[in-house]
């Protein structure tokens, strides 16, 4: 084997993509409600990223940061206008964004005096990806089995759970830096925070002078229907991390940031080789002003109301076997009542050419292209119906 086992593979490949389809090498047909776990958000061969790689290869593809790049300067203007923040760093994904972020926190409290704040606080069910450090706050203890010693002065609290938040912020508050939170939480399962649990985030972070860290890796750019999905809840975001959708198929990440933190980076404290090079702001920028379109961002909602009713459906119809529906825009999480159906339903969908993807215990997770239609989300509910009849 070439490749090193670190994935669990469906076995098959494609070769071509158009609109929200892939196709196999034989020309089979493939309905995408995965989009490469929410990146493909334009959908395939979308004239908009065509175009942008066409006038961006006539350019230098990289040029270090070294130099000016203006491409970063363009896709942080559209990127932070009509947002609470105010600068924005790039990298190449989701796991650096967070990694970037967690030294920010860092060296933010240390530059403002206080030493003694440097723990980070995250939840249990998060993921906020593979790194060192990024690993350490995620909230799943098997995927970090044989990783050890992770980074120091890391807690993981439960998700949803005031109480809990409260009571180690009255002992340890003085020691927190930073909280780290999806506004939904993708891998664990599509889980959104209550309404007290975000309430309580807030108001402990104002107390104990704690930043707030939005993890809008798989949340961002539209794929809720609104820029941000902290939007959604009213969180007081000091600062967020992106990547996945932002860039349509392109590597980047991105860290922004309220200027008080941002500032705390000077040259030397943080950087990297590929982050934001010319080619992928390029990119990134046409998708991303695509994607805050206002028309754009309605078809995301219209779409997403159209996916809610007909689960609605579908649940009156299975009752005993898709259990609840959750989430925002085009993140969108069904719940079903045992891991193995759960399985044998991404299993035979894609039997009938359809992708989809689990997420947390025994979620069926949809992210699909934000282009989606209704027509076009036809072809799953009718296959999925077919399924869930024969079980
Ligand atoms: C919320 C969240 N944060 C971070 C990551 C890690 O991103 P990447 O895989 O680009 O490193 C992911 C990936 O799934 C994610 O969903």
Redesign the pocket.
């Known amino acids: 084997m070439p490749l090193m086992n670190t994935y669990a593979r469906f076995p098959v490949s494609f070769s071509k993509g158009e609109g929200v389809y892939l196709f196999t090498e034989n020309n089979k047909k493939y309905l995408d409600l995965v989009s490469g776990?929410?990146v493909n958000s334009l959908g395939y061969n979308h004239p908009i990223i065509i175009n942008a790689f066409q006038n961006a290869i006539k350019k230098p593809l990289h040029v270090s940061n070294l130099y000016e790049i203006p491409q970063q300067n363009e896709l942080a203007k559209t990127l932070l206008k009509d947002s609470p923040f105010h600068q924005t760093f790039f990298c190449n994904?989701?796991?650096?964004?967070?990694e970037g972020a967690l030294k920010l926190v860092r060296k933010f409290q240390e530059i403002s005096g206080n030493t003694q704040k440097n723990t980070i606080i995250s939840f249990n069910h998060?993921?906020?990806?593979?790194t060192m450090g990024?690993l350490t706050i995620t909230g799943k203890e098997s995927i970090k089995t044989g990783f050890t010693p992770l980074i120091g002065n890391t807690k993981i609290l439960e998700w949803n759970d005031s109480e809990e938040l409260k009571n180690y912020l009255e002992k340890y508050g003085h020691t927190v830096a930073a909280i780290f939170m999806?506004p939904i939480q993708?891998?664990g399962g599509i889980n959104l925070p209550n309404a007290d649990f975000i309430k309580t985030i807030n108001t402990v972070c104002s107390q104990h002078n704690i930043v707030l860290v939005v993890?809008?890796?798989?949340?961002g750019l539209g794929r809720t229907g609104k820029k941000f999905a902290f939007e959604h809840f009213g969180l007081n975001a000091d600062v967020i991390?992106l990547?996945?959708g932002m860039g349509g198929g392109v590597p980047i990440?991105a860290i922004l940031a309220k200027e008080n933190i941002a500032k705390a980076f000077t040259p030397g404290t943080h950087g990297t080789t590929f982050g934001g090079n010319p080619l992928v702001c390029t990119v990134a920028h046409s998708v991303c002003t695509e994607i805050l379109e206002k028309k754009f961002l309605k078809h995301v909602q219209d779409t997403s109301e159209n996916i809610f009713e007909n689960i609605e459906i579908l649940m009156q119809e299975f009752p005993t076997i898709l259990l609840q529906q959750k989430g925002r825009g085009l993140m969108i999480g069904i719940e079903i009542n045992s891991a193995e159906n759960r399985n044998l339903l991404v299993n035979e969908l894609l039997k009938k050419h359809i992708l989809t993807v689990a997420s947390g215990e025994k979620t069926l997770r949809l992210l699909p292209p934000l282009i989606i239609q209704n027509h076009e989300l036809a072809i799953f509910w009718k296959a999925l119906k077919e399924i869930l009849q024969k079980i």
Request: hydrophobic share 20%; proline share 0%.
């Open positions: 776990i929410g994904s989701g796991t650096e964004a967070n998060s993921f906020h990806g593979r990024s999806e993708g891998e993890d809008e890796v798989q949340t991390t990547a996945k990440g």
